[in-house]
Nanobody, 116 residues
Framework: VQLQASGGGLVQEGGSLRLSCVAS????????LGWYRQAPGKQRELVAI???????NYGDSVKGRFTIGRDSTQRTVFLQMNDLKPEDTSVYYC???????????WGQGTQVTVSS
């Protein structure tokens, strides 16, 4: 299984970015796709997850600003980030976890930088 993330970049405070992550290979249709982020010197932080049953969950710091979704293939997960703040600056990692065996896969990370 491979995860390929894209869409990061530099944006001004209040702007928007859309991250994408495409999962390839064989994996369970019962899964969780999502995003974590980690800034230098800080702990990894949950951003958002999307479960194959349709449910979603968000980290407190992004609720109301970020939206996670999947495409119809269920192999691509998107993260629409609006009203970005400097504290959102981080490397964003997408991941996939199988719901039954808890096998876990990570993408390479994409840098998001928000300038004030």
């Amino acid at each position: 299984v491979q995860l390929q993330a894209s869409g990061g970049g530099l944006v001004q405070e209040g702007g928007s970015l859309r991250l994408s992550c495409v999962a390839s290979g064989r994996f369970s249709s019962m899964n969780t796709l999502g995003w974590y982020r980690q800034a230098p010197g800080k702990q990894r932080e949950l951003v958002a997850i999307s479960k194959s049953d349709g449910s979603t969950n968000y980290g407190d710091s992004v609720k109301g600003r970020f939206t996670i979704g999947r495409d119809s293939t269920q192999r691509t997960v998107f993260l629409q980030m609006n009203d970005l703040k400097p504290e959102d600056t981080s490397v964003y990692y997408c991941f996939l976890q199988g719901r039954i065996f808890k096998d876990e896969y990570w993408g390479q990370g994409t840098q998001v930088t928000v300038s004030s």
